[in-house]
């Protein structure tokens, strides 16, 4: 939740002042009151009424109450706000909304229908799931291999002589992607 909580006020002070603005309607729209603190009454009430927040849980108010007071304030509610907004995505096995890393299955992914078929970590590596396709990536990985990679410019051609060892981890993490990517491919093909 920590990372979420940094990922959402980055985008709060880099956002424009009507996203701004937006994040603190939403806040007051939760803080029935008006004190500037939002009660778990005050939640779960927000959430029981609000449509398309039905799949955020109230026990989410605990992990969302960074100093453990019982209140949320705007900070607090603005990753909440972060999170509805972005994290509409759980897992198809135990149902849970993925935060951090994740796994995709690629076959889903690239189909024209636009449907995901998206697992936690936990039900894949147990593989608590039943689904027809095997090749699954996990988020980052997956970001990755879809990178378009353009050859250098021309001003930058001798980067790898300039910056040797940024060029050898670079080189180490391609070599790991593809290697991850072939090796997954390979253990579905079988002998016979």
Known sequence: MDELHEAAIAYYNNGSMEQQNLSWQFFRAMDVNGD????????????????GLAWVHPEMFRELDRNGDGQLDFWEVLTLY??????????????????????????????????????????????????????????????????????????????????????????ALRAMEVALAVGHLSAFCTIM
């Open 36 to 51: 500037g603190r939002v009660s778990l009454q005050e939640y779960t009430e927000f959430l029981r009424q609000t449509a």
């Open 82 to 171: 972060y999170v509805a907004r972005t994290r509409t995505i759980s897992c198809r096995t135990c149902l849970r909304i993925l935060n951090g890393l994740y796994f995709t299955c690629v076959t889903c992914f690239e189909s024209p229908c636009g449907n995901t078929f998206d697992l936690c970590v936990k039900c894949y590596m147990r593989r608590t799931y039943c689904h027809p396709h095997r090749l699954f990536l996990d988020s980052y990985v997956l970001l990755r291999s879809r990178r378009i990679h353009h050859p250098l410019p021309p001003g930058d051609q001798n980067l790898a002589e300039q910056q040797p060892s940024r060029m050898g981890w670079w080189n």
